[in-house]
Structure formats: C-alpha cells, structure tokens
C-alpha cells in the first residue's frame, strides 16, 4: 500500500529563514505528487503540484518542490518565510495507471513563523 | 456553487446516534472525495465518487460507514451507531477531471467535525 511520509511534525523558524520540509512516499510507480497548505481556520489549499516534465515545480507564494525520483522525495522548500506563512504543510501522492485514484497524504508538518 | 459547502460544520451527538454529513461539490466537478482527518493527523482516504458511481470504499473503517452520490452531485456520508471514536473533521473535496487519468487539483470545503458524546 501506498504511504507518505513527512519527517518533521513541527518547524519553528524566525522570519527570512529557509524553509525546507521533507516528503517520501513508498510506490514504485508513475505519481502526482502535491503539497496543500492549512492556514489557521481555513480549509485545505493546494499549493503546488507535479505531474511531469521539469521536476522543480513552482507554487505560489513563493515555494517551490523538487521531485526526486531515485529517492521517492518530493521535498518542499522557500528562501525566506514570512510570518504569514505559519500553516500546516501536507504531502499527497496519487499513483497512477494503478486501481486505486484516491489521493494519500501525510501526517502534516507544521510551520511556527516567529515575526 | 463558488467552493465545495459542506454541512453541518459543527455536530455534537450522543454514542448510539446515526448522523448524516453533507457534501456540495463545485459545479460540473466529476470525481468527489472525501476523507476523515483526526487531531495531528493528515487527511485519511474514506471514499471517492465518479459521478454517481463509487469507485472505492476501501477506506470506509466499518460498515457502520457508507456513502452515497445518487445524482452524481450532492454526496451524503453516513455514520451509523455513532461510537466516541468516530469523532473527527469529516473533509470532502471535488475535482474537475476524472480520479482515474492524471489528477486535477482537489478542491476542500470547510469540513464538517464531528464530536460523539
């Protein structure tokens, strides 16, 4: 069975720090891969997400992904964060060609922005 | 409608009590989805629709669970005998293209929280 995996449940950073938050999923197979972002008090919100071609995928707000097929990793990461960005952060991964089509997420990583 | 709406988005009930969770999805959107999410936890698979046709059940816990989309629209997820267990976000999402070809993005609604007394 498919799983995803994030590494870290809680990040604290200080504003203007970089962000880098890690995401592995176990299938041999071809995927989606997607990050969706929670801000307090709001619904889930995709960010970003990749199908093929390029594996450096743009989101908004300024993050990016990178797919890295060898290692199953589908890591998010941003130069400098804002306050604003204090969220909780989840990987997806849909596999394809498959029997199943839902989509598996992660446990969540959440991000703590100090001003 | 603009979003995915779902209703109630609070429901307190007593152990024992059938509730019945409803979800509106966006306009035209094929494929609906919905998932459980505990405290701490990231959303876990419960369902999907195409159309009115439920393509997989697998992640419905027990068959104290069941879920319906008989117009291939409005979906009605169904908790019977409700147990303190059950408690949690109940999150649907829709998305414009099928779930069996290459994924469209999923659109979340508010949610619903269930709390079993």
């Known amino acids: 069975a498919q799983s995803v995996s994030q590494h870290n449940h809680h990040v604290i950073l200080s504003e203007a720090a970089s962000l880098e938050l890690g995401c592995n999923y176990s299938y041999g197979g071809t995927v989606n891969l997607f990050w969706y972002v929670q801000y307090p008090g709001q619904h889930l919100q995709l960010l970003l997400k990749y199908f093929s071609g390029d594996p450096l995928v743009k989101g908004i707000k300024g993050f990016e992904a990178e797919f890295i097929k060898s290692k199953f990793s589908f890591n998010l990461r941003k130069p400098s964060v804002q306050w604003s960005d204090t969220a909780e952060y989840f990987c997806?991964?849909?596999?394809?060609?498959?029997?199943?089509?839902?989509?598996?997420f992660g446990k969540g990583t959440k991000l703590s922005v100090k001003p | 409608g603009a979003g995915v709406s779902q209703s109630p988005r609070y429901k307190v009930t007593k152990r024992g009590q059938d509730v019945a969770l409803r979800c509106d999805p966006i306009s035209g959107h094929v494929s609906l989805y919905w998932y459980r999410q505990a405290l701490g936890q990231g959303p876990e698979f419960l369902t999907y629709f195409n159309y009115e046709a439920q393509q997989d059940k697998s992640g419905l816990p027990n068959d104290r669970f069941s879920a319906e989309r008989p117009e291939g629209s409005i979906s009605t997820l169904t908790i019977q005998r409700t147990e303190q267990r059950d408690s949690a976000m109940y999150r649907c999402a829709s998305s414009a293209r099928g779930a069996g070809r290459s994924a469209g993005e999923l659109f979340f609604g508010e949610g619903s929280r269930l709390t079993v007394l």
């Open positions: 997806a991964v849909k596999s394809i060609g498959g029997s199943q089509g839902n989509l598996i």
